[in-house]
């Protein structure tokens, strides 16, 4: 029974091969949502393979699979991407290396290559997420092998993986004053991490508005901003979150006015048309935005003072009329105090040649709709309204025609004998009566332009949730909206929501639509319990803490600490200064460290006594005896001063002196008939007799001879 379990007993290769097969999955896994399914499963399939190979400790497969394996990785990897460079490419090119690797996995050299790669993974994580969890998951990948480090520099014995893991965990505490230093001090340029372009994500508003865009971006619900006001929030039927202005409509998309445009606007008749006057009370707030591909900013309606607290270049906004643009995308994380006005009229008051823009359609489309408004604009009762009259005449249609609210309208822009339909906006406005906000949007606005009356479409958010954590209000994406303006002569321009006609628990309350569930998620409510979504709230109040602290750390803030610790005036060359100081002190005290550390052979009591008789030989004037090693066995100093020549003055003194050291060799290689503190006692009193007749004997030999007459 005994020799069978020897036998199935798992190696000490094999069970450093598994542990470092678990870390490395771990770098890799994480990758598998932007990877193809044939990269997760090559590279799932190496490592299983590989662990069976460890648990048998079977042998390894020939060079030539693991070559063909890496050829056909390659040329699939061009296949999908039409490229092996990238981002993508690489990541997914970097973990079939990885996997592969595991395959010829037999040499400590082989294993480093291994952890190495494992450490780069690590890296490319933070090119997809930097949330916290990321961080502390990626922390754990490090140890681990770290771990993996630690056990293949003991190839001897059978170390456990815990002293491993205590090892390698010394180690990174020891680094860690230094990193800190470093986090804290040393200068750096922009933000602590700068995500390239192209790994944000598509997701989020558009400088253009094809119907059902908005839906689809209302059923991603990732954060698009943090909140948090100076004193009350505005009201729900307040909080409009303004982003890109659309007035161009060819039939299937709107445009901003701009968009196409290589004529430079008219300055002053921009300025005309967006002219802003606020009126009552502001409130102030500041923001934290998502990155985002849009140059847009999208702020509270109403915002008319603006200041960046982030150090991001390119971030000087620029405001026309209730708009705030940047020169360039906003591609990192920016931060915004805002002062925002809830009640203004913006526009002209009287019309202007600019409004023309606004009463465009394109020609030949959407007659159904168009006569539609014509016949309502005809009739008695709206003959000579008002745009706001004739609005709100719009607005009673939509809410007592049957039109209905949904996320899901079914618009794939085909008409049922399978040919692109050119009128969008009758397909919804006269037939299906079913959409979602932009459909809702976009059709007040090509109804109120038929009536003649200058209208356009605005996109952004519309409500906003309380994080009971931090306190913070978060927009989602899924708040984001589309709603309309038309202008009315002696005001400007109006806000008109259709949606508040046919959903008002939409605007009023700032409810979010979210899509219904499906499948699994439809059988398992509890994920919808207090508990999911006060965990739920924890973390994003964790990852924006970690956001603001840690990603976000930069320049600026650096040089603020400095001012908090007394410097007037600092900058990056005192950074430097206080940063080599650091970390000059830190590396003089580690060196202190060591010292006081160092291993120290441990002396036993009898060469403590060799080395003080030996010191007071040394210091009568006597050459140590070259045949042995400091300090010499008594018996050898005997032997030696029985060598000497010696004065008769000093004769019984030496003889004395030879004496004790004969006592003393005889009392340390005698049979042991007493203890060993007597022992050690008895040595101390005969050291202490050399010492006395070694400080004689220089006397002696210092004192000047009398010649006999």
């Not at 209208?455 to 906003?464: E, H, I, K, L, S």
Request: charged content about 15%; proline content about 7%; glycine content about 6%.
């Amino acid at each position: 029974m005994s020799e069978r379990r020897a036998n199935t007993a798992l190696s000490r290769e094999g069970r450093d091969t598994l542990w470092l097969l678990g870390v490395l999955a771990l770098s890799i896994y994480p990758h598998a949502g932007h990877m193809p399914w044939w990269c997760i499963g090559g590279v799932s399939a190496a490592l299983l393979y590989r662990a069976y190979l460890a648990i048998q400790d079977a042998a390894l497969p020939p060079r030539w699979v693991l070559l063909l394996a890496l050829g056909i990785s390659v040329a699939l990897t061009f296949m999908t991407f039409r490229s092996i460079f990238g981002r993508e490419a690489g990541v997914m090119l970097v973990s079939v290396l990885a996997g592969l690797k595991t395959l010829e996995l037999r040499a400590r050299r082989d294993a480093f290559v291994v952890t190495s790669l494992g450490f780069f993974l690590i890296l490319t994580q933070f090119l997809y997420s930097q949330s916290i969890l990321t961080a502390v998951l990626m922390g754990a990948v490090f140890w681990g092998l770290l771990t993996s480090l630690v056990l293949a520099q003991r190839p001897l014995y059978r170390p456990s993986i815990w002293s491993a893991m205590k090892a390698s965990g010394r180690t990174v505490l020891m680094g860690l004053p230094a990193m800190l230093i470093l986090y804290v001090l040393f200068p750096r340029i922009g933000p602590l991490w700068s995500v390239p372009a192209d790994a944000q994500s598509s997701i989020g508003l558009s400088e253009h508005l094809s119907l059902g865009h908005v839906a689809e971006l209302a059923q991603d619900d990732g954060i698009a901003m943090r909140l948090r006001f100076d004193g009350p929030p505005p009201p729900p039927n307040k909080r409009y979150f303004r982003g890109p202005v659309l007035d161009l409509f060819d039939g299937r998309s709107w445009l901003p006015r701009h968009a196409n445009s290589p004529v430079v606007p008219d300055r002053l008749a921009e300025d005309a048309l967006e002219e802003v006057r606020p009126q009552g009370p502001s409130i102030s707030y500041q923001a934290t935005l998502e990155p985002t591909h849009l140059t847009a900013l999208p702020l509270l309606e109403g915002t008319l003072q603006l200041r960046s607290t982030s150090q991001v270049p390119d971030s000087t906004p620029q405001r026309q009329g209730l708009n705030w643009t940047l020169p360039s995308a906003a591609n990192e994380r920016t931060q915004w105090n805002g002062q925002a006005w809830l009640t203004y009229q913006s526009g002209p008051l009287m019309p202007i040649a600019a409004l023309r823009d606004q009463l465009q359609l394109p020609a030949g489309l959407n007659p159904r709709t168009l006569a539609w408004a014509q016949h309502l604009q005809a009739t008695t009762e709206h003959g000579q309204a008002p745009p706001r009259a004739l609005a709100h005449a719009v607005m009673q249609h939509i809410a007592t025609q049957g039109y209905t609210y949904t996320l899901s309208p079914g618009d794939t822009g085909m008409t049922p004998e399978g040919t692109p339909e050119h009128h969008l906006i009758d397909q919804f406005w006269m037939d299906r009566r079913t959409g979602f906000c932009e459909h809702f949007a976009t059709a007040f606005v090509v109804v109120m332009r038929a009536m003649g009356v200058p209208a356009r479409v605005v996109t952004g958010y519309q409500g906003m949730d309380l994080n009971t954590i931090d306190g913070l209000y978060v927009v989602r994406n899924n708040h984001a909206h589309a709603w309309a303006e038309f202008w009315q002569p002696g005001e400007g321009w109006v806000r008109a929501d259709p949606t508040a006609a046919v959903s008002p628990d939409r605007i009023q309350r700032s409810q979010a639509l979210i899509k219904p569930r499906e499948g699994l998620a439809r059988a398992l409510p509890q994920l919808d319990s207090p508990f999911w979504k006060h965990t739920k709230a924890l973390l994003e109040a964790s990852n924006h803490r970690w956001n603001i602290w840690v990603l976000e750390y930069s320049r600026g803030k650096q040089l603020e600490l400095l001012q908090q610790w007394g410097w007037e005036s600092p900058d990056w060359v005192e950074l430097i200064r206080l940063c080599a100081s650091l970390m000059a002190g830190l590396s003089g005290a580690g060196i202190i460290w060591l010292w006081l550390n160092r291993p120290k052979k441990k002396q036993s009591p009898w060469q403590r006594h060799l080395r003080r008789v030996h010191r007071s030989l040394i210091n009568v004037g006597l050459t140590p005896p070259a045949q042995s090693a400091a300090p010499a066995p008594a018996q050898t100093w005997h032997q030696a001063l029985a060598r000497l020549p010696i004065a008769p003055h000093e004769a019984d003194t030496v003889a004395r002196l030879m004496a004790a050291l004969a006592a003393l060799d005889a009392l340390r290689y005698a049979p042991q008939t007493a203890t060993a503190g007597e022992l050690h006692k008895q040595g101390k009193q005969l050291v202490a007799q050399i010492e006395q007749l070694s400080k004689q004997w220089r006397q002696l030999r210092s004192r000047p001879q009398v010649q006999a007459h």
